[in-house]
């Protein structure tokens, strides 16, 4: 459904934001194989397969800010990608329970630094390390430094478009990006299509990434 949501900033419906992807990112697009070059660590990971925060979350979060960070970046901002997907696959991996858990990402960050150690530069794992354990606190919360990394900016955003169906309302005033607001509608239907898909034997990844093949976040 089309809504209104500040004066000067319609939120395009999921058709409409397939077309803006399309004519803006183009062959750019995050692609269905970028998406599961990542099964290794999605099967390290052993994510749970039926809670709010499981499997289904990690990869929607994955296409979210793959994409997002693809349009940013095509529109001038440097980033670090691969830190971007890989923290978002693993931010959650170490919950106790759907509720705060505060201790879940300082875990998932550990988490990261045990898994990707001697794999990646020191920097890139620490910025990671960073969005894992600071992406539980409120804004008030977290120090502006850590707050304001780009990074961080659509990690965080990434996560909120998720916010969907069973796991709460997405508040639009949370959202830091232009371009977040744009996927609010893309992203919601991902959320449904692959919820419904929930029970099916069918690996929850490639489940994701089909969807999100077909609805236009992603491409071949
Ligand atoms: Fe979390
Ligand atoms: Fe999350």
Redesign the pocket.
Known sequence: MRKEYRRDIIIPTAEEAKELLGKELGDQRMRLGEVMSYQPLFKKLKLATDGV?DIF?SAR?LVAGGTLARWEQKNGARLRIPEIEVGLII??SRRKNDGYDWMHGVRAAKVARGLLAGEMLHNNLRLIELMCAWHVLPDAWTPKQIREIPEMIIFEDS?ALDRQGRRGNLNLDYLRLRRSLALVNIMKSLHSKTDERRKETIDPLQIVAGEALDIGLLIQ
């Open positions: 925060h979350h979060t931010h959650d996560d």
